[in-house]
T-cell receptor, first 112, second 115 residues
């Protein structure tokens, strides 16, 4: 069966450190993978997209990698700040359907 | 642009009642999604419209759920009759034309509680 797995345990890190979140998937051949941020009581907000033929994408303090052999994406936030505390969701489309399916998200807590 | 607008923000109803959730997508977007979020199951797709036509409704739980998109600027999700297990946050999202849904814009959601 198709699965998208993100760590269910919260990630706690100190301000200034790099946060690394993982998204693993099985039985998908996605055309792209997306990362979203969700704050309590709000809808998800799009952060980055990486395509199947790309290995890495950067945007300011954010970096995403995509390994289609390992079926894994890593999401990095460098020089993390307390304001980065939120839940981060990955999403991918199933077999080029262009309909994003979401993981359950990982909560990130950055301590001052 | 005001973004995706959902109403109501909160809905509390009793089991058996009809519930209607509303969504106004961003102008010019031609894809519209309804998702449901719970602690147990995360964010699940209910239905996907493209150019006002339902493309994928495989996530609609059962016949009690129905969704319409009468025009490009309005969609509704109706639950009739509602049950306590329908309690969740319901999100509407839209995506720009010609982008293969590479970036979804979400509304603030409707928190539904069925007592």
């Amino acid at each position: 069966s198709q699965k998208i797995e993100q760590n269910s345990e919260a990630l706690n890190i100190q301000e200034g450190k790099t946060a690394t979140l993982t998204c693993n998937y099985t039985n998908y051949s996605p055309a792209y993978l997306q990362w979203y941020r969700q704050d309590p009581g709000r809808g998800p907000v799009f952060l980055l997209l990486i395509r199947e033929n790309e290995k890495e994408k950067r945007k300011e303090r954010l970096k995403v990698t995509f390994d289609t052999t390992l079926k894994q994406s890593l999401f990095h936030i460098t020089a993390s700040q307390p304001a980065d505390s939120a839940t981060y969701l990955c999403a991918l489309d199933a077999a080029g359907s262009y309909i994003p399916t979401f993981g359950r998200g990982t909560s990130l807590i950055v301590h001052p | 642009d005001a973004g995706v607008i959902q109403s109501p923000r909160h809905e509390v109803t009793e089991m058996g009642q009809e519930v209607t959730l509303r969504c106004k997508p961003i102008s010019g977007h031609n894809s519209l999604f309804w998702y449901r979020q719970t602690m147990m199951r995360g964010l699940e797709l209910l239905i996907y419209f493209n150019n006002n036509v339902p493309i994928d409704d495989s996530g609609m739980p059962e016949d009690r759920f129905s969704a319409k998109m009468p025009n490009a600027s309005f969609s509704t999700l109706k639950i009739q009759p509602s049950e306590p297990r329908d309690s969740a946050v319901y999100f509407c999202a839209s995506s720009p034309k010609g982008t293969t849904n590479e970036k979804l814009f979400f509304g603030s959601g409707t928190q539904l509680s069925v007592l």
